[in-house]
């Protein structure tokens, strides 16, 4: 009776830390690897478990070499095998397992389902890891709860994809969620925090995205920005500026204000995030960021840049005119900002 009404998950494993094993030139992704793991997880067949299939990806990749194409294969394969499964988990790399939540988010519209990335810093071959425990709550949640969400499961905390960063590089806690509470907390229970998870959408309906020529320039004292002007021509469609604090630039820098006088004549939109882990841009609120303001800058709010990449992506690949995108940077689609009040 209770195999009959067992919930169906299904794993796509797309390489990274989790499913690597020793090798002599260190770390790799090993195929098969993951599958035999698994089945010797005797905890994977108990009763309050969901069942699983586990499709793996070829090659498997650390998660620095994923990107774009693989972000819409993902998005296929979950479009295609919708209806057979209660959730799906993403087994990827911690390196840009922010990037990938956050592309899919805005990919896979009007989601009814949670979609987990979960991952770890210590492979499954290992005595000691955080892999097990990772992928056995990321399936138990995605099995049991309806968070229709695309959302980072990674040490007791599940969070919304689009507004996780990775903090880490070697400690167990790898990500943060700096400015969005989490969306569940695995402690001795499950905690579902309801209030944080968005309203299901209307059923899927998968959006392609490719990329387009858009730049992340991170400010620093001393920069030349002779050199970046360099980049700015017609063809580059948009410019991401992490600035200093609430949104503030060196607006008396010549070399600056000729590279937005630039962006500005060449049509590129301009968009402003901060450069701190929290709170936001915030654009006219010191007069160190009038020049922006001047200039038409969009501001990015307190999405993380991971989360403006992905959407300048999806807004451009939308076709929509540069009004349309500029306001709808501001607005928000998938709950990776909060919009002013
Ligand atoms: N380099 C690995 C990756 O991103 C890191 C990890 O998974 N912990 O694929």
């Known amino acids: 009776m209770v195999e009959k009404n067992r919930k169906k998950v299904c794993i796509i494993h797309t390489g990274g830390t989790i499913g690597m094993a020793r090798t002599a030139k260190g770390y ?35 998660s620095s070499s994923i990107s774009v194409k693989e972000w819409v294969k993902l ?87 689009n507004r996780a960063k990775k903090v880490s590089t070697n400690q167990l806690i790898a990500f943060d969620s700096p400015n969005f509470p989490s ?20 059923g899927i309906q998968m959006f392609p995205i490719q990329e387009h020529p858009i730049a992340v320039i991170r400010l620093f004292p001393g920069i030349q920005f002779q050199l970046i ?13 992490e600035a200093f604090g ?11 204000l000729k590279l937005l006088k630039k962006a500005q004549e060449k049509g590129t939109l301009i ?29 990015g709010l307190d999405m993380t840049v991971e989360a403006a990449v992905t959407k300048l992506f999806y807004l451009f690949s939308k076709g929509y005119n540069m009004e349309m995108i500029k306001k709808l940077m501001e607005t928000n689609l998938r709950g990776e900002l909060t919009e002013h009040s």
């Open 246 to 256: 609430s949104g503030n630039i060196p607006g008396k820098n010549a070399a600056f």
């Open 183 to 202: 969306l569940a907390d695995a402690g001795v229970k499950i905690v579902l925090n309801d209030k944080n998870i968005r309203d299901p959408g209307t």
């Open 229 to 241: 002007e360099k980049m700015i021509s017609s063809k580059i469609k948009a410019i991401v500026i």
């Open 75 to 161: 998005a296929k394969d979950i479009e295609k095998k919708y209806n057979k499964y209660d959730g799906f988990i993403i087994l990827h790399g911690t390196d840009t397992m922010a990037y990938t939540a956050s592309a899919l988010s805005f990919m896979l519209e009007e989601l009814t389902k949670p979609v987990i990335l979960t991952g770890s810093q210590i492979p499954l071959c290992e005595i000691r890891n955080d892999a097990r425990d990772n992928l056995i709550t990321a399936l138990l949640i995605a099995g049991n709860y309806q968070i229709p969400e695309v959302c980072i499961y990674f040490e007791s905390r599940l969070m919304r994809g």
């Open 28 to 62: 790799a992704p090993q195929a098969g690897f993951v599958k035999s793991t698994l089945s010797e997880i005797r905890e994977l067949n108990a009763a309050e478990m969901p069942k699983f299939d586990l499709i793996e990806y070829s090659p498997l990749l650390d």
């Open 271 to 299: 968009l402003v995030c901060t450069q701190c882990l929290r709170g936001a841009a915030s654009l006219g609120e010191y007069e160190a960021s009038q020049e922006l303001v001047k200039a038409g800058a969009v501001s």
